[in-house]
């Protein structure tokens, strides 16, 4: 494991938020898999300040395995640290810095694997994908498909290695992320009932998301292999108003849907789109304006496939279902057989202050990897 810890304290090393650049990183990737032998594509973003890879090592056939990581990490901006985020720090059994968990380890392990391959052995291709832009909601991905697409062969399989503690996950739920704004009119707070307060107009609209939500967790769709079973409605911004002696004639609200394979999203769009109608005036103009701001597919794999039956014999795990979303739905829609697994746990380690991961971790992957190249 020693290969694997000293990738990862270079990994660490580079502060690979979404608001930065991640190049210095994948310089490193790419000078590092380059001197083993794999054929190494650069995928730059749409503004140059970032770049994804693609490279692979073995026969240029059909089949084989690719492994896929992200290279952005959440920020540390707001969190109390007893660590230098971007340092790796071992304090016995565990690894602290920001991203060891999410999800550098697992990249650090892919990298070794790649370090140890004997190209000459391999009858199948080995193919790496690393990516930016997942945490902001798996927009990378997105942007280098049309690059991406022609490079990749037919694997029989990915691994997305996201925190499952080393179980298989089959599935988790999409999410669409939603813009709205709410038109009111300016005036004097003295004479607050005769004009529309904008920050009231939302306030009501959350009020019949809220509704929505309790409908939802009452009446389902359920699927019990997730933490919450059902698809969720959740509001995570509201601003407005200038001050408090004015009647606010602007506010705006972020929300978001996650929501399950079987949940037909027409109708809780449809639903939305009625609460929303509720406050147009009386000449058509519409109080209230919704826009997509972001959008990711989930995914879900029948539970008897004959992947996840292989990598719980090589795991000795179980399958789970994850409430994070990833980029296993964007792969999936590519025609890629996807399943998640790897390091560490999202729920205690991922997105949190003095974020780490434990070396038990980092060498149940590293073995997990050697026997999915077996």
């Not at 565990?94 to 391959?117: E, Q």
């Not at 000795?316 to 980029?327: A, L």
């Not at 991922?350 to 050697?370: M, N, P, S, V």
Request: aromatic share 8%.
């Amino acid at each position: 494991m020693m290969k694997t810890l000293e990738i990862l304290d270079t990994l660490i090393s580079f502060e690979t938020t979404s608001n930065k650049s991640n190049l210095r990183l994948i310089k490193f990737v790419e000078e590092f898999l380059s001197q083993f032998g794999f054929r190494v594509n650069r995928l730059s973003s749409p503004c140059g300040t970032k770049a994804g890879i693609y490279a692979e090592i073995g026969p240029e056939i059909d089949g084989g395995i690719l492994l896929s990581a992200h290279s952005d990490v959440v920020p540390t901006e707001g969190q109390n640290w007893s660590y230098p985020p971007f340092k790796l720090t071992p304090i016995d059994d565990r690894l602290y810095g920001r991203g060891t968990t999410d999800m550098k380890g697992f990249l650090a392990s892919m990298l070794a694997l790649a370090s140890r391959v004997d190209h000459k052995k391999l009858p199948n291709p080995l193919a790496l994908l690393i990516t930016y832009d997942e945490e902001i909601g798996c927009v990378g991905l997105q942007q280098l498909k049309s690059q991406l697409t022609p490079l990749l062969r037919k694997p029989r399989l990915c691994v997305v290695g996201e925190p499952t503690e080393m179980q298989v996950a089959s599935g988790h739920k999409g999410k669409t992320a939603y813009r709205a704004t709410f038109t009111g009119q300016v005036g004097h707070s003295a004479l607050a009932p005769k004009f529309d307060n904008a920050l009231h107009i939302a306030a009501d609209f959350m009020s019949g998301l809220r509704k929505m939500q309790k409908q939802l967790a009452k009446s389902g769709p359920f699927d019990f292999d997730y933490d919450i079973p059902f698809t969720t409605i959740h509001v995570g911004k509201l601003t407005g108003g200038k001050a408090l002696n004015i009647v606010p004639n602007y506010a705006e609200m972020l929300f978001e849907i996650r929501y399950l394979d079987a949940q037909n999203t027409d109708d809780l769009i449809i639903h939305i789109d009625t609460i929303a109608r509720h406050f147009d005036k009386d000449n058509g103009l519409r109080n209230v304006n919704i826009e997509i701001i972001n959008n990711y597919p989930g995914f879900d794999v029948k539970p008897n496939h004959e992947n996840i039956r292989k990598l719980i014999s090589i795991t000795n795990t179980n399958r789970i279902k994850v409430d994070f979303g990833t980029e296993a739905g964007i792969l999936s829609q590519m025609s890629i057989p996807t399943l998640v697994c790897g390091p560490g746990s999202m729920s205690e380690q991922g997105h949190k202050a003095d974020e780490f991961i434990t070396k038990q971790q980092l060498f149940a992957c590293d073995e997990f990897l050697t026997k999915l190249l077996a």
